[in-house]
């Protein structure tokens, strides 16, 4: 399992209270044939100034040729047309209609009503109605702490895992079908490993994903405003303690991993057990011992003292250390100053010839990254914005350029997600080059490779019947439709404009429940969000029914394929969640693509750090909407 086992019960299938209650106050009443239908909407909110789509979807053509937003109060606050219908979903569910309401513009709660089908309430307001979730993001971050300073107050946290403060370092291992090769040899230590946050759903700490959640953290942190902004600051310096203890600048030494994700027959990893953290350190093992490394967990090196480092890992790291320099060097220049003297040496330490693969975790399958020139790119951005005004500054700002370029040669087209950080790279360097004076003309290759993305996702999201802007092809689809979110955001910011303004809404409006499933895939978020989270914490410790503690603000990947569901495991430690069993999603699955909400299933609901900076990023840029 790429993560850790979490499911998410999505109980809001519910129709709220009969449209026949309000059938009196409707100007136009109007029935759906007999059939089924629901309609979809962003439980969440849209802002008052913003687009605004629900989603119609029926088993039968619908009669009516209308729909009405209606207050709680049963007043009918705007009537639209049912134009024509978008593309078919499933045989189940084969006519699906965008509802457009954006020019109702008053704050309120509402439903959308067509004919007896109502949706589930939401609100329309300003930036306001983010913030709470915004708050819920951030403390996913603090659930997720490792170390001695865990918040007790979040799932009855406890200190977890305190022998990474004296860890060993060992020789990267071996791997073979995700299986260990031999047993692991030590090269060194002892060093402090301990704090950072747990990857996912397990207790593996890795650099790679880490690095990639503390780089997004720090740009909200720069460029927001309001109460947000203190929480925000403390999990920025809690990731960025770790990350300096995994960059030892004495030695010039990156250490990539903290945990055995996967063992052997012999060696057992993190994978093999269901707990809650602080149980490893209750283990009564000594070397040799099948658990031996789960207790006492290694610590793996991206490279010899002194020699070059994998660019992805070297690059990503020197842009959260140059932004750290840039959060803080008024508050705290004398961190500010060891933080871009840190991403200065780190970005001179990438490999950048005769690359091979890249190192991400171990095993590699686990974070399988390919591409390494858009973390370059980041990096030298982010240090020339930093030394502004410094001599050198022109010249990492002419390394950016250079990188930028060499990614535009061979980029995939991915929206940004942990393997590709172009989406964020390429606005900061066109921000950059405008702070430096340069002509427009510099911008335009990588502006333009921005709108070439983004046109993509526009004819992507036109042939969806429920607008996603990204393809249906496996695993991590939540992060990646609100990637794009964050790209379209960035690139309208940037470029002073609205143009992907409604490409960005569609895929927020989506991952909030504007999709098959009617159901927001943040927990706690909206009226139906998941439950049963695959992941140890929650499961253990937290509500199985969304009516008690929660891992809230916890973004889970999303709808998969239906090929990914085969040989699902379980533990006799899980809780079973849901309690009854069954599948309340499964009449909505479609186009081969299957949502589940099962603590067994990690492809669906296993949520992540990276996942849910996306998540963080995007309700920032919202609860800071002016």
Avoid at 401 to 429: C, F, M, Q, R, T
Wanted: negative net charge.
């Amino acid at each position: 399992m790429r993560r850790s086992d979490v499911r998410f019960s999505s109980k809001a299938l519910v129709a709220f209270a009969s449209i026949a209650l309000l059938a009196p106050l409707l100007t136009a009443p109007a029935t759906l044939a007999a059939g089924e239908s629901y309609v979809r909407v962003n439980q969440v909110g849209y802002l008052f100034d913003g687009p605004k789509t629900a989603m119609l979807m029926s088993s039968e053509a619908p009669v009516a040729t209308t729909f009405q937003v209606v207050t709680d109060a049963g007043v009918t606050a705007f009537t639209g047309p049912l134009d024509a219908p978008q593309p078919e979903w499933s045989a189940a569910y084969s006519y699906v209609y965008e509802l457009d309401f954006a020019s109702l513009q008053v704050p309120g709660t509402y439903r959308v009503a067509v004919g007896d089908t109502t949706s589930s309430a939401f609100k329309i307001g300003g930036a306001e109605l983010f913030a709470p979730l915004l708050t819920d993001s951030i403390a996913f971050y603090r659930a997720q702490r490792d170390g001695p300073d865990v918040d007790e107050s979040l799932l009855d946290r406890k200190p977890s895992h305190l022998d990474d403060a004296s860890a060993s370092v060992y020789k990267s291992p071996i791997y073979s079908g995700g299986v260990l090769q031999g047993g692991l040899k030590k090269i060194g230590g002892p060093i402090d490993a301990s704090g950072g946050w747990a990857d996912a759903g397990d207790y593996g700490k890795f650099v790679m994903t880490t690095s990639y959640v503390q780089a997004l953290l720090l740009i909200a942190l720069r460029d927001g405003a309001g109460a947000a902004q203190s929480d925000l600051d403390a999990e920025a310096r809690f990731g960025l303690e770790w990350l300096e203890k995994m960059w030892s600048h004495d030695d010039e030494v990156l250490y990539y991993q903290v945990g055995l994700a996967e063992g052997n027959d012999k060696i057992r990893g993190d994978h093999d057990f269901w707990r809650l953290p602080e149980d490893d350190d209750d283990l009564n093992v000594g070397p040799g011992d099948a658990a031996y490394f789960v207790k006492y967990r290694p610590v793996f090196r991206a490279n010899a003292p002194g020699s070059k480092i994998s660019p992805n890992l070297a690059g990503r790291m020197a842009a959260v250390f140059a932004l750290c320099a840039q959060v803080y060097r008024t508050s705290d220049p004398a961190m500010a100053g060891e933080c871009l003297e840190d991403a200065q040496t780190l970005f001179a330490r990438a490999k950048t010839r005769n690359v091979g693969k890249l190192i991400t975790i171990a095993p590699y399958s686990g974070y399988p990254e390919t591409e390494w020139r858009d973390d370059l790119e980041f990096a030298a951005t982010e240090i020339a914005l930093a030394m502004e005004g410094q001599p050198s500054a022109e010249g990492y700002l002419d390394k950016a350029l250079k990188w930028g370029h060499a990614y535009l040669d061979k980029e995939s087209g991915d929206s940004l997600n942990v393997y590709d950080v172009g989406g964020v790279a390429h606005p900061e360097l066109v921000a950059a080059l405008t702070t430096f004076g340069r002509p427009a003309s510099a911008a335009e290759p990588f502006l333009n490779e921005l709108v070439g993305k983004l046109e993509a996702s526009e004819k992507r999201a036109a042939k969806d019947p429920f607008a996603l802007g990204t393809y249906y092809f496996g695993y991590d689809q939540v992060p990646r439709a609100l990637g794009v979110a964050v790209e379209a955001m960035l690139y309208d910011s940037v470029t002073g404009t609205t143009r992907f303004e409604e490409l960005a809404w569609d895929q927020i409006d989506w991952a909030l429940g504007a999709n098959p499933w009617g159901t927001s895939f943040v927990v706690g978020a909206g009226t139906t969000f998941p439950h049963c989270i695959h992941h140890q914490i929650a499961n253990l410790n937290g509500a199985l029914d969304g009516s008690g503690p929660l891992l809230r603000g916890a973004t889970a990947p999303g709808p998969n394929l239906t090929s990914q569901f085969k040989g699902l495991g379980t533990s006799e430690e899980m809780r079973r969640c849901p309690v009854g069993g069954g599948d309340e999603f499964k009449q909505f699955s479609g186009r081969g693509i299957r949502y589940l909400d099962n603590v067994k299933s990690w492809p669906t609901v296993e949520p992540a750090i990276d996942y849910t900076i996306t998540t963080t990023l995007v309700l920032d840029m919202l609860a800071n909407d002016s």
